[in-house]
DNA sequence: AAAGGCATGTAAGGTGTTACATGATTGT
DNA sequence: ACAATCATGTAACACCTTACATGCCTTT
C-alpha cells in the first residue's frame, strides 16, 4: 500500500497541469503568473519545492535535459501512479465540510476532471456538488435565524456578511446545475 | 513608529472579536468552532498562540484571573493600539489584488466595520468593492475570451471553472450594491 | 469520587512567502 | 557585448495543523 498522504491544492495543480501537457517548472510559473488558477502567488519558491516532492513520490517523472551543464532544464510528465492519484482526488466524494473549508479544492478539482471522467460523471459530480452546498446552505440559513433571534452582540456587518455567505453558496448551486444541464446537452 | 508588520486574517478575526466584547481563548475556539466565521479549522493550537503574539505586540491586553493557581485564567480586551490596527485595517482601499487574492480577508473586515463607521463610510466600502470587483470580472473575461479564442489544451471543465469564477464575482458585486442600499437606507 | 466541560498550552511537522542567487540561451 | 528571458534553486521566517498533555471546576 502506497503512503496515503493527500496533497496540498498546489500540488494537485501542478499534476493537473503537468497531465494536460508535460511542462518544466518554469512553464508552470508563468501559467500561474498570467491566469486565474487558484489563488495562489505561487512564485518559484513554492513551484520548484512541490515539483520535486511530486518527483520523490514517484507521481511525477521528469526528464532531464541539457544534462551536462550546471542548470539542466526538467520537463515533467505524469508517472502512471500521480494519474492514478490524480483520478482519486477527482472522484471523491464533495463532502460538505470539505465543501466549506476548501471551496477552491473543489473547483480545481472540477477543473481537471474531464481528463479523467466522462460527461455523465462530471454531472453526477455537479449534482452532487449542488446537493452538498444546498446541505450547507440550510446550516448557514440555521445560523443566520439564531443570530437574528438572540440579538447577541453581533453586529450588522457581521449578519450581512453571512449573508453574503449564503448568498455565495446559493450562487454555487445556481451555477453546478446550470452547469450540469449543459454538460448532459452535448452528450 | 510603531512595528507596520501586518497581522494574519486569523489575528485580525481575534481581534474583532475580542473588540465586541472581552473574552477568553476557550471562548474564541468555541465561536470559531460553532459559527461561519472564515474557514478556518481553528483550534487551540492556532488561536493560543495568536492571542500570545498580539498580546505581546501591545494589540491585546489580558486580566488574569485565578492568578495563583498553575492554570490561571486570560480575560483578553482590546487595548488603544489595538484599537488603531483594527481600524486602519478596516479602513484600507479595497485592493483588486487582494480581492482577488483574499476575498475572506476582504469580508472579515466588513464583518467588523461597523464598530469603527458610520453607515455613510459603509456605503462607501460597499461601493469601492462592488467598483474593484468590476474591475476583475473584466480581467477574468478577457482571460475567459482568450483560452476561448486560442483553442489551447484547456480542457472544458477548465474553461467552465473560470465561468464559475465569474459567475462569483458578479455575485459579489451585486451583493455589494444591494447591501449599499439597505444600509444607506437605514440611515 | 468520577465524569465532563472549562481552560491553557507545547511539540513536531509541513508548507507557503519573500528575497536572494545563479547559470544558460537568445536576440540585438 | 549586452540585455532580456529562460530556468532552477536555496534560506529564513512565520504560520497552521494535528496531536498530545495538563490542570481546574462543577455536577451528579
Keep these: 500500500m502506497v503512503s496515503k498522504r493527500t496533497l496540498t491544492n498546489l500540488e494537485y495543480a501542478l499534476l493537473g497541469l503537468v497531465n494536460q501537457a508535460p ?20 512564485s518559484p519558491g513554492s513551484i520548484y519545492p512541490a515539483l520535486n516532492r511530486l518527483e520523490k513520490r514517484g507521481l511525477l517523472h521528469a526528464r532531464v535535459e541539457r544534462q551536462s551543464t550546471m542548470r539542466p532544464r526538467r520537463v515533467f510528465s505524469v508517472s502512471q501512479d500521480g494519474r492514478h492519484s490524480l ?5 471523491a466524494p464533495v463532502d460538505k465540510n470539505v465543501l466549506f473549508r476548501d471551496e477552491d479544492g473543489v473547483m480545481l478539482r472540477f477543473a481537471f476532471m474531464d481528463a479523467f471522467l466522462q460527461p455523465a460523471e462530471t454531472v453526477a459530480f455537479l449534482q452532487q456538488l449542488s446537493d452538498t452546498t444546498s446541505d450547507l446552505i440550510a446550516d448557514l ?22 449573508e453574503y455567505g449564503i448568498s455565495s453558496y446559493r450562487n454555487l448551486a445556481r451555477w453546478a446545475k446550470r452547469t450540469a444541464s449543459k454538460v448532459a446537452n452535448k452528450n
Tied chains: 1, 2.
Excluded at 501559467?31 to 502567488?41: N, Q
Excluded at 483520478?87 to 472522484?91: A, G, K, L, P
Excluded at 438572540?150 to 456578511?161: F, I, K, M, V
Design 87 to 91: 483520478r482519486e482526488w477527482v472522484t
Design 23 to 42: 511542462q518544466t517548472g518554469y512553464q508552470l510559473c508563468k501559467i500561474f503568473e498570467t491566469s486565474p488558477i487558484g489563488h495562489y502567488s505561487s
Design 141 to 162: 440559513n440555521r445560523h443566520h435565524q439564531e443570530i437574528s433571534r438572540a440579538s447577541e452582540a453581533h453586529t450588522a456587518t457581521g449578519t450581512l456578511a453571512l
